[in-house]
């Protein structure tokens, strides 16, 4: 899009809305959230360096031949990180720019552990629950606070309180959360969404990213499960019952997308950029070391050039969508869509305020 419109654009200014989950509740705020000039805080392009400075403070690494043991005995009484260092770098960005502030629609799951339910900060439900107008340093530290990684987080706003949890736990791709969000907008015939009716889905483009997952192979079973008590199924190679959470809500997300703008005859619209044959440390939560990141950012640059793929609905595999060309070549696609799409609505604008002139002279 930089390459179409110029250095000076940014994502915010293109997607209607902007959804992320843990990290990329993070990512969606530093794409969204306004500077003293009201232009995007970060561009794209600094999110990698973003990360590659502060994910090892966030998530500090034990060495030494004891280390696994402190590891472990850190699992058993509190949560492996104490997340002061993630608190302080995101209130220090943010301060107290609020969820109404941002440039474009964002939409941000959690969940709240004293209520037991969801809690969606969505700019679209500002106006009906200022109690939702919460500040983003605490939605961001609320959506990434995953269970046995990072502490839950407490706030207040008004009259209304919030004790919060990772949005994995309720939505790991939040990509249907979003739609959902926009689909209750068009129901209300919100004016920026006409002439788009609930289920005209070739109306939407869809461009949902992952972290990456794990290659899939065997990796836990019934009868070693069987004997685990609550230890073993939070600690047992990693955090089996967290990890179930989180694969099972992003693989039906991603078997409902794909077969409802299948269904829609819509496929075109959506894309889903992911990769699934991570090994080892590269497909762990935490495992911050300089090499491990390293290896992560060659990981997204080979990922670019992969064919697009689909989930398969039957087997619920990712493979290649025959003649659809690398994730690359489709992203450039959407671009060029996104680019025509804001200025024929500049044009639109000009033409509407041209109007108004025209029928009401001063």
Not at 83 to 92: E, I, R
Request: aromatic share 10%; hydrophobic share 40%.
């Amino acid at each position: 899009m930089q390459e179409l419109d110029g250095e000076e654009a940014r994502l915010a200014d293109y997607f209607d809305v902007i959804a992320g989950t843990s990290t990329g509740g993070l990512v969606t705020v530093m794409l969204t959230a306004p500077d003293k000039n009201n232009r995007p805080l970060y561009a794209a392009k600094d999110i990698v360096p973003f990360y590659l400075e502060n994910t090892p403070k966030i998530f500090p690494q034990r060495w030494g031949a004891f280390a696994w043991i402190i590891k472990l005995f850190k699992a058993m009484i509190g949560p492996k990180y104490n997340g002061k260092y993630l608190k302080s770098l995101v209130t220090g960005i943010l301060g107290k720019t609020k969820l109404n502030q941002t440039l474009t629609n964002v939409v941000i799951p959690t969940f709240d552990i004293k209520k037991m339910q969801p809690v969606i900060f969505s700019s679209f439900q500002v106006p009906r629950e200022p109690s939702m107008d919460a500040q983003l340093s605490d939605i961001c530290i609320g959506t990434s606070a995953a269970p046995t990684y990072l502490p839950a987080h407490y706030f207040q706003n008004g009259d209304s309180e919030f004790n919060l949890i990772d949005g994995g736990i309720v939505a790991n791709n939040p990509t249907l959360v979003a739609m959902g969000e926009v689909t209750r907008q068009v129901m209300k015939e919100d004016p920026k969404f006409f002439p788009i009716k609930p289920l005209d889905y070739g109306r939407y483009l869809v461009i949902s990213l992952g972290t990456g997952s794990e290659k899939k192979k065997p990796r836990y079973d019934a009868k070693t499960a069987a004997k685990w008590g609550v230890l073993g199924w939070l600690a047992n190679n990693g955090a089996p019952l967290i990890e179930a959470f989180t694969e099972a809500s992003a693989d039906l997300v991603g078997f409902h997308n794909n077969v409802v703008f299948e269904a829609l005859h819509s496929v075109n619209c959506y894309i889903r950029i992911q990769d699934d044959t991570l090994t080892g440390d590269l497909a762990s939560v935490d495992v911050a070391t300089k090499q491990n990141l390293d290896e992560l950012v060659k990981v997204g640059e080979r990922l670019l050039d992969n064919i697009v793929s689909r989930v398969n609905s039957d087997t619920g595999d990712f493979e290649p969508v025959q003649n659809g060309g690398s994730n690359r070549e489709a992203l450039k696609r959407y671009a060029k869509e996104l680019s025509d799409e804001r200025k024929e609505r500049e044009s639109n604008c000009r033409d509407c305020k041209s109007a108004q002139v025209k029928s009401f002279p001063s």
